[in-house]
């Protein structure tokens, strides 16, 4: 089967004029330390064109010139015969002729291994230079590398390197700069067989002469020979290479692109056995002891869940601890402190409004992310650095793989309780597209701590003695509802089971800070400027419509003149199923004003319900931004202080302990004390705000959380995550209560169930029927929209 590539796409930094470097390599050689040690905070990352996969560059300034360094995927080899997305895009690169010279990453302590990747990328006749990373690794297990023997076999410059420790550096990037300078690589002989030599003579006459070199035609010419056809494979070579194939099976009794695999390994084994001295009996490292315990039975789910616990508790408690100082900051300059210049230099309420309160609140959204999402990637760029990542995977795999996820999947999905958000981004650590999909379209249903203030507040005022078991049973069917929604998936559009389940387990390692930090900072920045912009356009269209009145009038937050009141006494009717009334239209305000973030529905239930019931707000107090800034100072040492004491309760379920009493269950949460008399007088009981809750838990998440999906995954994807999210909410949400009424009307609640049931059923066998035309997507290489 002819197999294809994406297009690489521009550099994404600097000019042409500079030289481009490809920095590629093995998974786990260090090479991103490396790259980051190079580059340092200038970076620029995107996506690789039409797919979702990370494309990272950097500058360097080596003696003043000025390189680009490209970031390639961690592969183990340019294999055609493999589907792995990262294998086809460093692939595509490296043929495109776009670097000017290769940076190989090799991992000292696993040579052998190494060379296999490096005698595939010799063969291209791309100028190159090799670091020799792990150098102390290496020197551990005893093993004496000959250098120069190493580099005069290879015939390019062989640097010995620690990236972690920085040692190493400056003499590679010499190195580096003068291979740019003098490109006179040899070309490396791997000793094929006569008759994969003759093939290879055969196949390049054929071949389009514009190719750029030699050396270029003899690698597509070994490409064709394993069963991968280029561009530059024209349809009579096609056919040339297809009876050269039968021909070489049938002399030898083996495939051609065996015969070739088995050169190259020769030629790793071999040259790794010429220069490598091993001074002293392999002995178990403090890696191997380590991961008796890490890997066992007995301890591996309690070491697990006990990083899981502390990555998830120092980013609720301790990123969460901030999230306020971000939030009155960025509400004092961007739309308090915006608007009064704007009332000052005179603009009129609607130019105001649109640009204080949309663009200045989708701002003060955006922020109040910041600093959640940057301590989850600095927790979850020292599981990785540490090598920690690899073994959770380990661990969980043989649960996750029910599913038909790998391991690994499980990180996402437990730090969805925090933020689904991060949780979102954080499925970037997964290899397979596939992987990535369907572990999104499951985080959005794990119950994220901002839900649990409206759990809080409902649980106060409807289940006084029963709050906690309540709040339990809906982060037992958000669970739930992640896994049924991984089961559909798995049995329609994205059918299949995760790979077969071999990871290599990396030494652990100490994380260099300074490669934590541009971890970090790369992952929030693309957060910030790639999902941020979504965001803000749509808290724009929320505010707006919040402010506007339906006379035209502006200022109306919050009350029952605006526009988006009205929407939501539109909208009412629809949720009359599931307990909701007419006259308790607020609760679908609260609704909408949960598209901004969860966070906001008490304190708009709180305003709206209090405007309705004219119970009086707050007085208005002066605005100062230096105010604001002491103000956001103090809470945020408040939060500090909590935090540590609440390292044990990262969900925050002591919010809960309020509950039987209605004066702290109003401070707790800083509502009025009359909501929680007003929310029993509107909502059907019981069964009317458990349905609600329902609703809560499963309908769309924020819109941060859509801006995420969107990034990861695509338009259609984010398109069906939000059909299906409001499809599950309202399904459940009406036949909770249609059952628990179902004495009262059981007519109508069979015939709601039924056509859920059928519904669910029709869905199935949509995805199932149309499968990869209905949603334009390829698992193994998706679009991206």
């Known amino acids: 089967m002819t197999k294809q590539c994406c297009d690489t796409g521009s550099p994404i930094v600097s000019s042409n004029s500079s030289p481009v470097i490809a920095v590629i390599g093995n998974p786990n050689c260090g090479k991103s330390t490396l790259f980051n040690a190079i580059t340092g905070i200038k970076q620029k990352t995107g996506n690789w064109p039409g797919v979702t996969v990370e494309r ?17 995927p961690g592969v183990y080899a340019l294999d055609s015969d493999r589907e792995a997305l990262d294998e086809q895009i460093a692939r595509q690169y490296i043929l495109s002729g776009e670097a000017d010279a290769l940076l190989i990453v090799a991992d000292a302590a696993n040579l052998e291994r190494s060379l296999f990747l490096t005698s595939q990328l010799l063969e291209t006749g791309i100028p190159a230079v090799l670091a020799l990373n792990m150098m102390d690794v290496a020197k551990s297990r005893g093993m004496n590398i000959d250098i120069d023997k190493l580099s005069r076999t290879l015939g390019f410059p062989v640097i010995p390197i620690m990236a972690r420790q920085n040692k190493g550096i400056d003499e590679l990037l010499t190195a580096t700069l003068s291979t740019l300078r003098d490109s006179n690589n040899q070309h490396l002989d791997l000793n094929y067989p006569m008759v994969i030599d003759a093939a290879i003579t055969q196949i390049v006459a054929t071949l389009d002469t514009k190719q750029p070199s030699t050396f270029i035609q003899h690698w597509h010419a070994l490409q064709c020979l394993e069963d991968y056809f280029s561009s530059a494979i024209t349809g009579e070579t096609k056919a040339i290479c297809k009876q050269l194939q039968q021909r070489i099976q049938q002399e030898t009794g083996e495939d051609a692109d065996t015969l070739i695999a088995a050169s190259r390994y020769e030629f790793a084994h071999s040259l790794t056995a010429n220069v490598v001295e091993q001074t002293q009996s392999t002995q178990q490292t403090w890696s191997d002891r380590l991961d008796k315990a890490v890997l066992s039975d007995y301890f591996g789910l309690p070491i697990f869940f006990f990083a899981i616990y502390l990555m998830f508790s120092i980013t609720i408690n301790f990123g969460g601890a901030l999230i306020d100082f971000f939030d009155i900051t960025a509400g004092a300059i961007f739309v308090d402190g915006l608007k009064i ?100 379209m499951m985080a959005p249903f794990m119950s994220c701590g901002a839900r649990l203030s409206v759990y809080a507040l409902f649980a106060a005022a409807f289940f006084p003695q029963s709050g906690q078991n309540i709040v339990f049973l809906l982060y037992i069917l958000g669970i739930a509802a992640a896994i049924f929604t991984a089961l559909l998936l798995k049995s329609s559009v994205l059918e299949g089971e995760s790979d077969g389940f071999l990871i290599e387990l990396p030494p652990y390692h100490r994380p260099a800070i300074k490669s934590l930090l541009i971890h970090t900072w790369e992952r929030l920045k693309g957060f910030v400027l790639e999902a941020g912009k979504f965001i803000v356009m749509m808290v724009m269209v929320i505010n707006i419509l919040n402010s506007i009145g339906t006379d035209g009038s502006f200022g109306n937050e919050n009350s029952s003149k605006s526009v988006l009141s009205e929407v939501s006494k539109t909208f009412t009717p629809i949720f009359e199923p599931m307990g909701i009334q007419q006259e308790n239209w607020p609760a679908i305000v609260g609704i909408f004003s949960g598209l901004l973030a969860k966070e906001v529905v008490v304190g708009t239930l709180d305003a709206v319900y209090s405007n309705l019931e004219g119970v009086a707000g707050p007085n208005k107090e002066t605005f100062s931004i230096a105010a604001k800034f002491s103000e956001a100072l103090a809470v945020t040492g408040d939060n500090l202080n909590d935090a540590f004491q609440n390292m044990g309760d ?39 705000a458990f349905s609600y809750l329902l609703f809560i838990l499963l309908y769309v998440p924020c819109v941060a959380a859509i801006a995420a999906v969107q990034r990861e995954t695509g338009t259609r994807w984010a398109l069906f995550s939000i059909f299906w999210s409001l499809y599950l909410a309202y399904s459940m949400a009406v036949s909770f209560y249609q059952i628990a009424n179902f004495s009262s009307h059981p007519t109508q609640t069979i015939i709601w169930v039924s056509a859920f049931t059928m519904g669910f059923a029709g869905i199935w066998l949509t995805l199932r029927q149309l499968g990869k035309k209905l949603l334009d997507i390829n698992p193994s290489m998706p679009t991206s929209a």
Request: aromatic letters at 10%; hydrophobic letters at 45%.
């Open 650 to 688: 990262p969900l925050g379920l002591r919010t809960l302990d309020a509950g039987e009493n209605i004066e702290d269950a109003a401070a707790e949460q800083d509502v009025s004390h009359a909501l929680f008399g007003t929310l029993v007088k509107y909502f059907d009981g019981q069964v009317g």
């Open 341 to 440: 210049q704007l009332q000052h230099l005179g603009f009129p309420s609607w130019f105001q409004v649109l640009f204080a309160d949309g663009l200045g609140g989708g701002i003060q959204v955006v922020a109040t992310f910041i600093p959640i999402i940057a301590t989850l990637y600095f927790c979850l760029s020292i599981l990785e650095d540490s090598g920690y990542m690899a073994r959770a995977a380990f661990v969980m795999d043989r649960f996750m793989r029910k599913l038909g996820l790998p391991g690994k999947a499980f990180v996402p999905l437990i730090v969805g309780f925090g933020c689904n958000v991060p949780s979102i981004m954080a499925t970037r650590t997964l290899e397979k597209q596939r992987d990535r999909i369907m572990t999104v």
């Open 56 to 72: 990272r560059e950097g500058l360097a300034n080596i003696q003043n010139q000025e390189i680009i360094l490209v970031d390639l």
